[in-house]
Structures are given as C-alpha cells and as structure tokens.
C-alpha cells in the first residue's frame, strides 16, 4: 500500500475527510437495522467505492476487508464459458458484470442468485444479509438490468444490493426506484486541498497551499487523481515550490493537441490525421465519450461566442448517435469535420467582414 | 416491313428493355405512369382526329352487318372509327345504329359534347348511305370472344399491341382507295387494323400525326408530374430514348439489310463449299427440332470434332499432346502393335511436326509444358499423370476433355459433382474406369477417367485420387528394388494396379484449398477466354441454322454480356428462339436479362467505380445494362442505380464502407467548405446506427439501404482521374491494438492485491491513475551502491518496491532489435499511456532499473515468508520450526525432546525478523534453532541430537547452519569469540 491513495484511504464512516453529513445518514441507515438497496452514483474519483467500503465496515466489521479475488467460471445457455473475477470477502461479493461484455445477464442472474439463495447459519451474530457489490452498473446491457428487478425484490431476506455506478441515466427506472440512491458528489476544491495536504503532513511534507489549490484544479477536484498528481509531484521534486510544474496525462496532452490541430486548419488532410490521432486515442482505452468531451471543452475554449452554442448542440446531436452506434470513430470524426466546416466558415465570413 | 410497324415495334421493346429503370423510378415516384398508358393514351387522342376526318371527308359507311355488305358495293369502304379506348362495348355492337348512336350519347365520356355534334352529322349521312359506327373493343379478349361470334369476310388480323410478330404476320392487302378508313389494309402508308364489336375488321390509314399527339400527351404529363423526383424528368429520358432508338433504327436497319444481304450469300457459298456430312447434321438438327424442340441447342450444336472445338487451339494442342503421351503406354505397348490407329498417329505427327516447326516462337508457357512434356517416367507415362483444366463456366472445358480423349481413341468415363463422391466411392470408381475395360462392344477402347468439377470434391476424395497416382509408384519402387529380372515379370502383373490411363480434371476455382495437393501433381491447363470473334461467327452459324436473323453487333453483344460463356450465350439465343423471336437485334440483346450472370467483382473494382466516373463509351455495344438509358450522357439517375446495383451485388456491406471511409479523404474534393465531407460522414454515421440497429434488433429487412452509402459517395466523389486506392486496414488495426491494451491491462489488473484491485478498474487505470503511476514510479535515484543510500533514499526505494509489487509491475530484462539490452516494465505500461508525438517521459537509468528489478524480486520471496511470520508472530514461527526439525530429524521422539527444550529458551529469547541474514549469535540468543546436517548420517544424528540437546542446557554457544545461498557479511569469527 505504498500509493499515497491507498495508503491514506479512509476505512471507517467516521474518518472519511468530506461530504460528512451524508456519512453520518450512511452510519444511521445501518444503525436502525433497515437496510436498503442502495445506488450509490457519482462522477469518478469522488470517493464512492471508499464510502461502499466503509459502509460494509460499518455493516460487518474489520472482517470486510480480508478480501480474496475469485475466478469463477459461468456457463451460459449456450454452452458458452464465461470467466469473470469477482472479490469477496466472508460477507460481501464484489462484481463487475460488465467485464462479462454481451453475456453479463448470465453473470447476473447465476452469480447473484447463488449469493442471494444462500441463508446466513449464523443469523444471531452477524447480520441475515449479505451484500452483493455491482460496479459499473451503468455498462450493463439492459437485458442484465432487467435481469436485476425481480431479483432484487426476490431475495431481499438474504441479500442486499449496492449499486455503483457515475450516472444513473443508463440505469433504468425499475431499478433507480428500487434503490436508496446515494449520491456522492465531487469535494469541492477547498476539500480536495485539505485532504492533500493533510496526506502531505503525515508523509512529514509540506504542501504549499497554492500548489495544493492547482493540483485541485488541475485534477478536476477528481481526489483520486489529485493525491496521484500530488505523489507525482513529490517525486519529481521534493521541496515544493508554488509554481511547480504538475504533470498531467499523457491523453489529456494528446487530446489537447489534437484540438489544437483541428483548430489551425481545416482541410481533408487535416481531418485525416486528426482520424489517425482519434484512432490513437481509442486504441490507447479512452473512451469515445471521454474523447468528445475533451474536444469540446478545447475546441470551444477557442471559438467565437457566436459558434459556442452551435458547437456544444453539435457535441450533443454526435455524442448521441455515438452512443446509437457502433463505431465510434465515425461519430467522433463527423464531429470533427463539421465542426471544421462551422468553423472554416465563420473564418471566411470573419474575414470578409474585415474586408467591408 | 413499314415504318410504323417498325416504330410499333420498338415501342414494345423499349417497355421490355427499360423495365428495370421503369421499375426503379416508380420506386422513386409515387404516382408513376407507366408508358403503356401514355401510348393508349396516344390512341386515344389518335383516334378522334381521324374519326373527325372521317367525317368531314364526308364518305360515310353504311350502318349494316359486316358479313352482310359486299365489299365493292360501298363506293369507298371507309369506316369512320370512334374509339374510347376505357369503353369495351360487346353489348353494343349487331343492333340497329340509329339506336346505338343514341346510345353513345350517355356513355360518359369526356368528349360527349363534341360527339353529339358528330353523332348530328352522322344521322344526317345515316339518311343518305348509312354511316357504319365502329367501336373497338379495347381489350383483347372482348375482342376475340367478338370475334367467335362472327363469320369474318374479312380477313382476321390481331390488334395485339404487344405482339409484335403478330403486326409483322399479317399480310397486306393492296386496295386501291385512299380514305382513311378502309375495307382493306391500305397499300401504302401506317394502317392500323380495327375490329368492332360486331367483329367486323377495318383498317384506318394513319397520317402523320403521332408527333403532335405525343408531344401533347407529353405536355399533360409534364403539366401532372412535375414533382421533379428525378433529376431528369422522365419525359426528356423518354424523349432521348426515342431520339436515339431513332438514329439507331436507321442504322440498323441498313446495316442489317446489307449484312444480311452479304453474309446469306458469303454463307450459302460456303456450306456448299463444306463437307457434305454437316449439311446432314444441319438437316438432322432441323428434323430434331421438329421432332423434339425440347433438346438443348448446347447439346445439339456442341462441337462433335476437334476442329470444332471453340475453345483456344493451343489450350486444345497442348491437352492432346499430353493425351498423346499417353500412347505408348495404353496403346503402345499392348495394342501399338496390332493396332496403330493410323489417323491419331497422323494427327500426332502434324502436330509434332508443327511444334518442331516453329520452336523460335514458343512462349514461356509453351516451353515449361514442353519440357514437361518430354519426361517420361519408367512406364512410358508422362511425368504428370493428371490433366487439370481450370476456368469460369461456359468456355468448354468439358466438351475440351471429352472430345480430345475421344479424339486420341479413349472411352470417356466421367464423374462429376452428381455423383457421391465420399472417398471410399471415389477409390472405387476410380480404380474401375482406370482398370477395367469394357468387354461387350465391338470398340474396346481404353478408358479415360475426366473428373469433371473436381473443385467441388472433398479434400479426403482428391487425396485417394493423390494416392491412386503416388501409392502404386511406391509399390513399383520396390519392385525396382526387387530387381530388373523381378520388375520386368512384375511389370506385366501389375499393369493392373499401375495407373496406366490418363485422367483429366476439370475445375473452376483452381485455388480451391482441397487442390492445393493436387495441383503440384497436375498438369494444369488454365483456359483463356474464347475469341469472341469466333464464338460469334459460331453463334452466327446456330441461329442461321435455326432460322433466326441476327447480326454481329448483337451477337458481340451479347458476347459481351455473357463475358464470352459459350454455353449462356446459346441457351440465351434458344430461349429468345423458343418466345418466337426470329431477329435478334443489338437492343433485345442489350435489354435482355437473361444470360446476365451475377457481377461479382472484386472489392477494388467496385470502390474504383464508386470513385471514378464512368468514361464515355464511344461504341454502345459493351455498355452496361444501367448505362443504356443515359447512353454518352451517363446521367446522375444512372450513375446511381449503377452503384446501387453494384453495391448490392458485392455483399461485403462492412468491408465496402470501410473502403470507402478509409479512401474518401484522399480523393480530389472540390467544395472548399468541407461540406462534402460532413455529408459523407453523417452518411457513414447512419451506416453505423443501421447495422447496429440491425444487428441489435435482428431486424435484417434494413439492409436494404445498406448500399444507398456508396451510391452517395459516388454522387459525392466521383472524379474523373483515376482514384488510389488503399486497401481499409485502419478499422482492423485499431481492433487489434485496442485489444493488446485491454489484455496488456488485465494482465497487469490480475494480480494485484484484492484491496487495491476493487479499487482500481481498467478504465480509471488507463483514464487516471497510469500516466501518474508512470511518474511515481520513476524517482530520482542516486547512481550508487544502493547500501550507501542515506536512510531516507532507503526508505524511498523501499516505497518504490512496494508500489511496483502492488501494482504487479516490474522490470524484466530484454533485447532490443539492435542488440541493446534494456529493462522494460513488465507489464508494458509504457505501452499503454504513451502517445506518438508526445515528448518521451524521463526514464530510470539501465542501472537503477537493474536494481529496482533485483529489489523487486527479493522482496518477493521475502513477502510469503513476512506474512507467514506476520500472521502470529511466535507460535507459528515455532510451529515452522517444529515442522522443520520433525522433518530433518529422523526420530521423532529425540525431535520432541528437543523442541521441548528448546521451546524454554526460546520463550525467553527476542524474535529477530531478518531470516535472509544468516549470522552467529551469543547464547543468550538462542533462537537460531538447531537444524541437524543433512551430511550427518542416520545413526550419527541421533547422538549428535541428543548432545546438542544436553548442550543447550549446558553451554552458552549456539550455531545454526542454513543451506543455500545467503547474502550475509563474511567475517572472520575466531573460537576466541565465541567463547
């Protein structure tokens, strides 16, 4: 546990740095012995597989975090043979269905309802449920998910839910209903702040505030990333300095350039290297979403006023039939052309006005 | 033949040629009229006019029976004809006219006021002659059932619009009278032969009006379907059709004259030149034909001779040579004797003699064939005991083989795709037609085995015919092995296990993956295409000998068309025979569908003309089906269902798109905004939710639009030059790549400790946490001796081999391509997070890494045993050790009476953790246990237990002996220490 992230994780309820509040609901949830089926949704690195954590500690003890990582091996329907890991402790599973791809409503019904069909013996000293942890709930197919709602309902006596997923929006409505949902907001930046620097302090480092403030800034408040980024840092230099140089991700570079290029020119050719760079993006695991995001926020960072809310509905109307489709990179690169055919013109005609 | 019938002709040909179109646009226009309406329509508007003629010319026809009125009686035989085409009036007709005429006025019709001032003028001329009404009957079989009815006086003659051979049949009649409606067909000038309802028959002369009435049915047209749906309005492609049908008309029809003229004459010359067996055949074929039309002209007229044959000659040359090399095996050794077939030595003769004749022209093919040729194997065969003839359908290949190994004097045994062709059967068939003969018969004739579609065979049935050929070379090789004296006794018993007869195989595909054995044994023959001259001239002799007229343009058309298939061109030209057409013309040929076969061409043909624009043809002939309509000025419309049907006749949809996502950025794009590429990707962004729509839902019905993508790019980028194109790799790569990064991850997710692995998933790995691991994990390290680190440099080494054991990294030792040795981390992270382009990250020293890879794999063996320590400190170290020592000691009991000593001291003594340290301690630090030499022996160890056990009690000094490798300080210890 030598990365700072893991090393300073917060394990209990009662230690978590921020969002204390909703820590203290969490703590009453378990205390008044009616547990829910909870959906805990929140944009990534804001700390909601910890508060899961220390829920299930709340819940079930220390005994929660001797963990083991399983290798089971599901058979589907069609004799298909699916692998999937899955970590667990003696009172909770965690799965990512997702990893399962197309085949994960098999993973859901035959993993869950062989958690959930088995009775706790001991019902006296321990709690008479067990937790199944479903991560990225969002990536499930819909077959999955509906393969969730009776099983949700079913075997309540025995097992409860925990849902963790960024947006609910994929999730649906069946089940958003029969979840408590929890959600699990970014630390604001002052946060961010105090958690490095108060990581930094029992590293026996000092974190000057403004560089603690762009570390936050620069991560996007995501805690993960910042406590990452200020580890980097450290190493990198150790006295810090205010104006240190933080470094960033090589994507978000790559990302950024490639926005640039889109912006410097626009021509066939132009839009052909932009493919190969958005090929580039792809192979390297960024997700589509994420790559269009970013161009977004760069390219419309340097547009006129007048385009911005063209180039944002744009943004949209592709990101949708992205999500319709299959290939991302055709969306991705129709995004690009017609930005650069808006922007090609809005050029001319800005130059046209310098002419009158 | 007249002109108008001619036109009426060409009339029906164009509805028949130019379905397809036709069919397409009402697909693209909804209220779509098709153009047999438009020309009854014609009719219609026709026929007033001349009815209104009629009536001024003032010669009215007689209101009386057809059959009952004498046809000189009449001054002049006119008959006014008024026809509503939509009006069938079968009712109508055998009553008084006076009342019919009455009639007429409630018939709703359009023209009703016009036709009661008519039908005024006509009771008047009802008064003096008595004016004959005629209303044909619009349909034809009002028309017939009419006709039943009736006695004719005059001769019958079918109004059959779409007939044309019907038109051409009917006999002329020459009447003297110039009238517009007439008694009999007039003699000069159009006529249209009208029947009523009565059945009676008249002829109306046609004027030149049918210009000004189209135009005006045009003109309604346009006024009605101007939607513009097409970018040219159907009346102008029609317009253009008819222009050209026009020119091409009178083209034709002198060329053909004169053709016909000349070749009859060039022909009748030559069969009377010819041998007189063929005039035979010829009467033989016509006697068929009456007896039996159902007989295939392909059979009938299938080359019964070598000089026949169709196919290329040196194809056919060197298929005989071979065949002939086969001679002094199968003739020559049994039957050369008595038997020399003087015509095939003959024939072998010229041949070699030809061949010896010109050796200065050989080509490269020719030579390698002559070469293979002239070997011999020990049994007089040729080197390749199998002929494999490869080539599309059509060209003759079966015909080839069976007429030339008739020809060289074999029976023809043949096997082909209908037959089973499991192995075992295979094996047997094979071994009967090449050992067997037949008996019966008075011409014993050898056999030769043609497999014909051999590609289609199982790869198991080509291996028994392999060993067939290879099997019994072995067995003669031990026989040769067994001595001359026993090979030359051998030889004549084993004529019959020795593949002694020729075998010829025929395929299409000759890259079939189940010939890949086979044609390193084969002599392969690969067929060209037929001259078309001469599968023309051949074409040109059937359909003389059939009766049918026809010129070379059509048939090199239809040459064309059929891409010089033999047999789909003549079963093309019966079919057109068997429908009752007599006259094969360019324009039949061309909007015929038959003997089209199914495109299939290759993926880059079809993104070149997806690319390209089509060049001018100059000549029609070799034009497309689709490009007829446009012609030279290869319109929009045309251009696209081109790429329509290619499109959907290549079938490979995803690979096809690729293409052209791949290509269209390269091409010349004309419009500076780039909105040609907007489109084209919002094009390929629809393509992409379709499939995956389809595919999601299963719902295949859209794949339908699937080809409308390449249709649109065509219209989007077609260019003139002459496009470059790449094949799509792109799309792949990037499938490939992305998955070694997901494996790379995974891998590097397996084994990381479960309290970190639930935190960290494959995507917050590539999004957040590795580029930063990256920088972690590279500090700056001081390039020293790691032991003279300062405490904190120790400490932060110590974090490093933490974080890379936790995140299952690690550096492993490699080569690189130029021989440089180099430490990369293991998994590839950098692999992973490195862009191109992106300045390269600052790397550890080759040094450092080295040590961090060394520190990394020493706290991996340390780990299990911390833990093992870690778990209770004591009692399961003393646990290890009691295992330890009941292993090593041979007797238990001494064991246990030492450890219950020792268990006293150690209970006393404090653990020290550094098992890799092996060093020698006082005796107040007992904890090194005692663990007897494995080199002592059996009856030793128990003594020397036994004393180290009394010694414990008794003397303050300890040692311990560990084996293997140890990393300790040596130093030199005296006894004075010690003790």
């Known amino acids: 546990m030598s990365l700072w992230v893991d090393k300073y994780r917060p394990t209990s309820l009662g230690k978590l740095d921020f969002h204390k509040e909703q820590a203290n609901q969490l703590k009453n949830l378990v205390q008044c012995g009616d547990f829910p089926h909870l959906l805990v949704y929140g944009p990534s690195g804001a700390g909601k597989k910890t508060r899961i954590m220390c829920l299930l500690r709340e819940l079930y003890g220390p005994g929660v975090e001797k963990l083991r990582i399983e290798h089971q091996t599901i058979t589907a329907p069609s004799k298909k043979k699916i692998e999937i890991n899955t970590i667990a402790s003696n009172y909770h599973l965690e799965v990512n269905a997702s990893d399962a791809g197309n085949s994960d409503r098999v993973v859901i019904q035959e993993l869950i309802k062989t958690v959930a069909q088995s009775q706790q013996i001991q019902s006296s000293t321990q709690r008479d449920f067990k937790v199944v942890l479903l991560t990225e709930v969002d990536r499930l197919t819909k077959d999955a998910q509906h393969a969730l709602r009776r099983t949700m309902e079913k075997y309540m006596a025995t097992c409860r839910l925990i849902l963790c997923c960024n947006s609910t929006s994929k999730v649906i409505a069946p089940i958003r209903s029969r979840c408590l949902a929890v959600r699990v907001p970014l630390p604001n930046t002052e946060e961010v702040c105090s958690v490095l620097t108060g990581v930094c302090r029992k590293e026996g480092l000092l974190l000057p505030a403004e560089l603690a403030k762009q570390i936050a800034e620069k991560s996007g408040r995501n805690l993960r990333k910042a406590l990452l980024m200020c580890e980097a840092c450290r190493v990198q230099q150790y006295p810090f300095s205010a104006d240190q140089d933080i470094p960033d991700t090589d994507w978000e570079v790559y990302l950024r350039e490639t926005a640039n290029a889109i912006v410097s020119q626009q021509s066939p050719q132009r839009l052909l290297e932009v493919r190969a760079r958005l090929y580039e993006l792809l192979t390297h695991c960024i997700p589509p979403e994420i790559i269009i995001k970013g161009l977004v926020s760069e390219l419309l960072s340097n547009c006129d006023g007048h385009l911005k809310p063209e180039v944002a509905q744009m943004a949209g109307y592709y990101e949708h039939r992205l999500h319709l489709g299959n290939k991302a990179i055709y969306h991705l690169e129709a995004f690009v052309a017609k930005f650069m055919a808006i922007y090609k013109k809005s050029m001319e005609e800005g130059l046209d006005g310098m002419m009158f | 033949m007249d002109e108008y019938d001619e036109m009426y002709g060409i009339e029906d040909d164009f509805e028949q040629q130019f379905a397809d179109e036709l069919e397409v646009m009402a697909e693209f226009e909804e209220d779509y009229k098709p153009p047999r309406k438009t020309k009854v329509s014609e009719f219609r508007n026709k026929k007033p006019l001349t009815f209104e003629e009629a009536i001024a010319s003032g010669d009215p026809v007689p209101n009386d029976k057809a059959a009952a009125r004498p046809p000189e009686s009449a001054v002049s035989p006119q008959r006014t004809v008024n026809k509503p085409a939509r009006q069938p009036s079968p009712g109508l007709d055998d009553h008084d006219f006076p009342e019919h005429l009455l009639d007429i006025d409630e018939f709703p019709s359009p023209k009703s006021k016009r036709r009661r001032q008519d039908v005024a003028k006509k009771l008047q001329f009802n008064s003096s002659e008595g004016e004959r009404e005629i209303t044909p009957p619009s349909s034809p079989e009002d028309y017939t059932r009419t006709m039943r009815d009736r006695v004719q006086a005059v001769p019958v003659r079918s109004l059959d619009i779409s007939g044309l051979g019907e038109l051409q049949a009917s006999p002329r009649r020459v009447n003297t009278t110039s009238g517009h409606v007439l008694r009999r067909p007039p003699a000069s000038g159009d006529y249209i032969s009208v029947t009523d309802s009565s059945g009676n028959r008249v002829y109306l002369a046609k004027k030149e009006e049918s210009t000004a009435t189209a135009v005006d049915s045009r003109a309604l047209r346009n006024a009605h379907y101007s939607l513009g749906l097409l970018s040219v309005p159907i009346e102008v492609l029609l317009e253009q059709a008819e222009e050209r049908r026009h020119q091409q008309l009178v083209e034709e029809s002198q060329r053909m004259t004169e053709m016909i003229n000349s070749r009859i004459d060039e022909e009748f010359g030559e069969i009377d030149g010819r041998e007189p067996e063929e005039e035979e055949e010829v009467a033989a074929g016509d006697g068929e034909q009456d007896g039996s039309a159902s007989r295939l002209w392909v059979d009938k007229f299938s080359p019964r001779h070598y000089t026949e044959l169709l196919s290329d000659d040196f194809t056919n040359r060197c298929l005989l040579k071979w065949l002939k090399q086969w001679d002094t095996v199968v003739f020559g050794r049994e039957k050369a004797a008595k038997k020399p077939k003087p015509p095939q030595v003959d024939n072998k003769l010229s041949f070699q003699q030809k061949d010896?004749?010109?050796?200065?022209?050989?080509?490269?093919?020719?030579?390698?064939?002559?070469?293979?040729?002239?070997?011999?194997?020990?049994?007089?065969?040729?080197?390749?005991?199998?002929?494999?003839?490869?080539?599309?359908?059509?060209?003759?290949?079966?015909?080839?083989?069976?007429?030339?190994?008739?020809?060289?004097?074999?029976?023809?045994?043949?096997?082909?795709?209908?037959?089973?062709?499991?192995?075992?059967?295979?094996?047997?068939?094979?071994?009967?037609?090449?050992?067997?003969?037949?008996?019966?018969?008075?011409?014993?004739?050898?056999?030769?085995?043609?497999?014909?579609?051999?590609?289609?065979?199982?790869?198991?049935?080509?291996?028994?015919?392999?060993?067939?050929?290879?099997?019994?070379?072995?067995?003669?090789?031990?026989?040769?092995?067994?001595?001359?004296?026993?090979?030359?006794?051998?030889?004549?018993?084993?004529?019959?296990?020795?593949?002694?007869?020729?075998?010829?195989?025929?395929?299409?595909?000759?890259?079939?993956?189940?010939?890949?054995?086979?044609?390193?044994?084969?002599?392969?023959?690969?067929?060209?295409?037929?001259?078309?001259?001469?599968?023309?001239?051949?074409?040109?002799?059937?359909?003389?000998?059939?009766?049918?007229?026809?010129?070379?343009?059509?048939?090199?058309?239809?040459c064309e068309k059929t891409d010089n298939d033999i047999r789909s061109c003549i079963n093309t030209l019966q079919f057109l025979h068997g429908r009752g057409q007599r006259q094969l013309d360019q324009r039949l040929v061309q909007s015929m569908s038959v003997g089209l076969k199914d495109q299939n061409k290759g993926l880059f043909s079809v993104w070149q003309e997806i690319f390209q624009l089509p060049r001018v043809k100059r000549k029609r002939i070799g034009e497309d089906h689709f490009m007829e309509v446009s012609g030279q000025s290869s319109s929009a419309t045309q251009r696209l269902q081109h790429v329509l049907h290619l499109a959907s006749s290549s079938g490979e949809h995803e690979k096809l798109t690729q293409g052209l996502y791949d290509n269209f950025l390269n091409m010349k794009v004309k419009d500076h905004s780039l909105n040609s590429v907007c489109l084209a990707l919002e094009w390929m962004g629809f393509c992409d939710i379709l499939n995956e729509t389809m595919l999601h839902g299963q719902n295949f019905s859209l794949m339908r639009y699937l080809p409308f993508l390449p249709a649109a790019f065509h219209l989007l980028f077609a260019a003139t030059s002459v496009p470059r194109i790449n094949y799509p790799n792109s799309h792949y790569e990037a499938l490939t790549r992305t998955q070694h990064t997901k494996n790379m991850l995974v891998a590097m997710l397996a084994e990381i400790h479960p309290s970190i692995r639930s935190r960290v998933g494959m995507l917050c790995l590539s999004l957040d946490m590795l580029s930063m691991l990256l920088e972690v994990i590279c500090p700056k390290l001081r390039p020293v001796n790691p032991q003279l680190y300062s405490t904190r440099e120790k400490q932060q080494l110590v974090e490093l081999v933490d974080t890379m054991l936790s995140y299952n990294l690690t550096y492993r030792q490699d080569r690189s391509p130029e021989g440089q040795y180099l430490y990369q981390l293991e998994p590839n992270m950098e692999e992973v997070v490195r862009f191109p382009g992106l300045p390269p990250r600052r790397q550890l020293t080759y040094q450092a890494k080295q040590m961090i890879a060394r520190e990394i794999e020493l706290e991996r063996m340390r780990r299990p045993e911390a833990m093992l320590q870690a778990r209770n400190p004591q009692r399961k170290a003393e646990e290890a050790e009691k295992k330890k020592a009941a292993q090593g000691g041979g007797s238990k009991p001494a064991a246990r009476n030492h450890q219950q000593r020792l268990e006293n001291i150690v209970k006393q003594t404090v653990v020290e953790t550094r098992p890799e340290v092996d060093f020698f301690g006082r005796a107040i630090v007992p904890k090194e246990k005692p663990v007897p030499s494995a080199a002592s022996g059996e009856e030793g160890k128990v003594s020397v237990e036994l004393k180290m056990g009394k010694a414990v009690g008794n003397s303050d000094v300890w040692f311990r002996f560990n084996e293997g490798v140890s990393n300790a300080v040596r130093r030199n210890v005296y006894i004075k220490e010690l003790l």
């Open chain 2, 356 to 558: 010896q004749q010109n050796p200065r022209f050989k080509t490269k093919t020719q030579i390698t064939e002559e070469i293979l040729e002239a070997e011999l194997d020990q049994y007089q065969r040729p080197k390749y005991k199998v002929a494999l003839l490869s080539g599309p359908p059509g060209l003759g290949k079966t015909t080839l083989a069976h007429i030339i190994a008739k020809h060289a004097g074999y029976n023809v045994v043949e096997m082909n795709a209908s037959d089973d062709r499991s192995a075992e059967l295979f094996q047997k068939r094979i071994d009967t037609a090449t050992q067997m003969k037949s008996v019966l018969g008075a011409n014993e004739r050898p056999n030769c085995l043609v497999i014909d579609e051999i590609d289609g065979a199982p790869s198991a049935a080509i291996n028994v015919l392999l060993a067939t050929l290879n099997r019994k070379e072995s067995r003669e090789a031990d026989a040769e092995a067994g001595g001359i004296g026993a090979l030359k006794k051998n030889k004549k018993k084993k004529t019959e296990s020795v593949l002694l007869r020729p075998i010829i195989c025929i395929c299409n595909d000759l890259y079939t993956p189940a010939l890949r054995p086979l044609r390193q044994q084969a002599f392969l023959l690969s067929f060209p295409q037929t001259q078309p001259s001469r599968l023309v001239q051949r074409l040109a002799d059937i359909a003389r000998r059939q009766g049918m007229k026809v010129d070379t343009g059509a048939l090199m058309a239809l």
